[in-house]
C-alpha cells in the first residue's frame, strides 16, 4: 500500500515571501499521480496542482510549483509570492494510474499555513 | 451550475441509530467515492464506485454502506456499527475511473455528530 507523509504539521511564512512545503511518499509503482490539495476554513477541498509521474518537468500553476524528485519520492510545493488567502490546510496526495487495485486518493496528514500580514 | 452537492452541512445522531449522508452530482462522472476526515489527519478512502450499481471498500469501509443505483447519487450510511463515527464526511467525483482525467472534485462535507 502507499503512504504519504508530510512531515511539517504548521508552517508560518511573511505575506510576499516564499514557501516550501515538504512531501515524501513511498510506492512500489512506476506510474502515478501527486497531487496538492488546499483546504481553507470553510473545509472545501480545492486542487492546487497536479503532476504525472512519467512527465520530468515540474508542474506550475501561477504562483505555484512542484519539485518532484521522482527517484527520491519527493514532491515538495512552492508558493510564490506568499498572499493571505493562502492561508490553509494543504495536503499532498497519491492515486495509482488505473488497472487494477483501489482507486481513490491517499492523503498525507496536512500542513496547516499561517500567512503572517 | 455544475458541481457536488452535500446534505445536510450538520448532523447529530444519537448511538445506536443508523444515518444516510447524502451526495449528488451534476458533472456526468462515472465515480464517485466517500472520505472521513479526522483532527489532525488526512483524508480516508471508505468506498468508492467506478460505475453505477458497482462499488468497492476502501481504506476504512468497517460500519458504512453504500449504494449507487444512479450516476449521479452515492449516499453513505453510517451505521451503528460503525464506532466512532464523529467527523468530516466528503463526496468526491471524477470523470472516470483510470483516466488520465483523474481530478477529484469534492463536495462542501457534511459535519456528523454523535451525541
Known amino acids: 500500500a502507499q503512504t504519504v507523509t508530510q512531515s511539517q504539521p504548521e508552517m508560518s511564512v511573511q505575506e510576499a515571501e516564499t514557501v516550501t512545503l515538504s512531501c515524501t511518499y513511498d510506492?512500489?509503482?512506476?506510474?502515478?499521480?501527486l497531487f496538492w490539495y488546499k483546504q481553507p476554513p470553510s473545509r472545501q477541498m480545492i486542487l492546487v496542482i497536479r503532476?504525472?509521474?512519467?512527465?520530468?518537468q515540474n508542474a506550475t500553476e501561477n504562483r505555484f510549483s512542484v519539485n518532484f524528485q521522482k527517484a527520491a519520492k519527493s514532491f515538495s510545493l512552492k508558493i510564490s509570492d506568499s498572499q493571505l488567502g493562502d492561508a490553509a490546510m494543504y495536503f499532498c496526495?497519491?492515486?495509482?494510474?488505473?488497472?487494477?487495485?483501489?482507486?481513490?486518493?491517499?492523503f498525507g496528514k496536512g500542513t496547516h499555513l499561517i500567512i503572517q500580514p | 451550475d455544475g458541481g457536488i452537492t452535500q446534505s445536510p452541512k450538520y448532523l447529530f445522531r444519537k448511538e445506536g441509530q443508523n444515518v444516510t449522508l447524502s451526495c449528488e452530482q451534476n458533472?456526468?462522472?462515472?465515480?464517485m467515492y466517500w472520505y472521513r476526515q479526522d483532527p489532525g489527519q488526512g483524508l480516508r478512502l471508505i468506498y468508492y464506485?467506478?460505475?453505477?450499481?458497482?462499488?468497492q471498500k476502501g481504506d476504512i469501509a468497517e460500519g458504512y454502506s453504500v449504494s449507487r443505483e444512479k450516476k449521479e447519487s452515492f449516499p453513505l450510511t453510517v451505521t451503528s456499527a460503525q464506532k466512532n463515527p464523529t467527523a468530516f464526511y466528503l463526496c468526491?467525483?471524477?470523470?472516470?475511473?483510470?483516466?488520465?482525467?483523474?481530478?477529484?472534485?469534492f463536495g462542501p462535507g457534511t459535519r456528523l455528530t454523535v451525541l
Open positions: 468526491a467525483s471524477s470523470i472516470r475511473w483510470g483516466s488520465s482525467y483523474n481530478e477529484q472534485f
Open positions: 510506492t512500489s509503482e512506476s506510474d502515478y499521480y
Open positions: 503532476q504525472e509521474a512519467y512527465k520530468q
Open positions: 496526495a497519491y492515486r495509482s494510474v488505473g488497472g487494477g487495485g483501489a482507486d481513490g486518493l491517499t
Open positions: 458533472l456526468n462522472h462515472d465515480a
Open positions: 464506485s467506478q460505475i453505477v450499481n458497482d462499488f
